[in-house]
């Protein structure tokens, strides 16, 4: 069971934002941990995204940003293009656990 | 340009054992930590353990699913990481993933991932 909770799926129309939510809790997102994302194309590996809450690393669009607040953070995609229908992953810290990173349960987005 | 390989992967029975390799290039790989990420099909990812550097005494850490049955270790001199499994089950069945992390004073992140290999237990 992860301790970072994700939406299952998020779908939009080309053109339009979306955002997907990584809810946490005070031994991780809310004790000051990063929070990172990660994408996943089909058929390929994970990707760095996001990482420190809201850095992107060289080559990934602006249209992807993300922000954190209190126990939770959240991804935002705007200007949806076909290219982004992939899995979705949030990952922090947890301090209550022994010196490991989780991952969120992963959220599809899907282009309408 | 970091590339991360991972090789190793195949078909072994219940109770078997795999030893995975993950060869790295284009970094300071004697000076990074590595993990260890898998992922069953069509689940989620599953973070497994990881292996610090040299200077970190080559500290490891395990997820509780796998702890006592798998073993991560490196050679610096070859820039590879290793993931022995052991007694392996039906639900380790995967694919692996070998990671570049980045770390500072609030965690740490996963900025380079390898392809993957994929692992199979079954009778």
């Known amino acids: 069971q992860s301790v970072l909770t994700q939406p299952p799926s998020v779908s939009g129309a080309p053109g339009q934002r979306v955002t997907i939510s990584c809810t946490g809790s005070?031994?991780?997102?809310?004790?000051?941990?990063?929070v990172h994302w990660y994408q996943q194309l089909p058929g390929t590996a994970p990707k760095l995204l996001i990482y420190?809450?809201?850095n992107r690393p060289s080559g990934v669009p602006d249209r992807f940003s993300g922000s954190k607040s209190g126990t939770s953070a959240s991804l935002a995609i705007s200007g949806l293009q076909a290219e982004d229908e992939a899995d979705y992953y949030c990952q922090s810290y947890d301090f209550s656990l022994s010196d490991y990173g989780v991952f969120g349960t992963g959220t599809t987005v899907t282009v309408l | 340009e970091v590339h991360l390989v991972e090789s190793g992967g195949g078909l072994v029975q219940p109770g078997g054992s795999l030893k995975l390799s993950c060869a790295a290039s284009?970094?300071?790989?004697?000076?990074?930590?590595m993990h260890w990420v898998r992922q069953s099909s069509g689940k989620g990812l599953e973070w497994v353990g990881r292996i610090r550097s040299k200077a970190n005494n080559y500290a490891t850490t395990y997820a509780a699913s796998v702890r006592g049955r798998f073993t991560i270790s490196r050679d610096d001199s070859k820039n590879t990481a290793y993931l022995q499994m052991n007694s392996l089950k039906t639900e380790d069945t995967a694919a692996y993933y070998c990671?570049?992390?980045?770390?500072?004073?609030?965690?740490?992140?996963?900025?380079?991932w390898g392809q993957g290999t994929l692992v199979t237990v079954s009778s």
């Open positions: 284009g970094f300071i790989f004697s000076g990074s930590a």
């Open positions: 420190d809450n809201s």
């Open positions: 005070s031994s991780n997102i809310g004790a000051g941990s990063d």
């Open positions: 990671t570049k992390a980045s770390y500072d004073s609030r965690g740490y992140y996963h900025d380079y």
